[in-house]
């Protein structure tokens, strides 16, 4: 079974709604996630979280945020980002090219450190990450753009 990161974006009344969801139907708040635009980065996220660690990166836009549950959907709790939070990684990730990620790319480093997914000896692997991180990157963008909070979690 994959490790897949996802996102979705939350207007102002859904954290609420979702709150109330998640204490009576479990399903149903996840429903209604996948209602709202939404994106994943697949098994992206080891190698994006490796990378942005290496340009100090000023919001954890892979494993940040603050849960809203002690529930599981797939292998964590959701965890929500802030509008501000949003906005400052927003900020962050569309001025910061993918280049100056890929400056830290040694699939040696990511090896030795057992980056997931493990996929790093694949000359392909940098273009897999820089469109993981574009889409990011862009998703984060409209987030922002609207002034939403972005719900984060692993399946």
């Known amino acids: 079974m994959s490790m897949i990161t996802q996102y979705a974006r939350l207007r102002d009344g859904d954290l609420a709604e979702l709150r109330d969801l998640l204490r ?31 340009v100090d990166a000023p919001v954890d836009v892979i494993s940040g945020g603050v849960p809203i549950t002690d529930e599981q959907w797939g ?25 100056s990620l890929a400056a830290h790319y040694e699939p040696a480093a990511l090896i030795a450190d057992d980056v997931y997914p493990k996929i790093w000896h694949d000359p392909s692997s940098l273009d897999y990450l820089r469109r993981s991180y574009e889409s990011l990157a862009a998703f984060f963008h409209t987030a922002a753009a609207n002034g939403d909070s972005v719900l984060i979690w692993m399946s």
Do not use: C, M
């Open 24 to 54: 009576t139907d479990h399903f149903a708040a996840n429903d209604q996630i996948t209602d709202r635009p939404h994106i994943d980065i697949d098994k992206a996220w080891g190698g994006l979280e490796f990378l942005l660690a290496q």
């Open 75 to 99: 292998y964590d709790s959701p965890r929500v980002l802030t509008p501000d939070e949003v906005a400052t990684a927003a900020a962050f990730l569309t001025t910061t090219p993918f280049g």
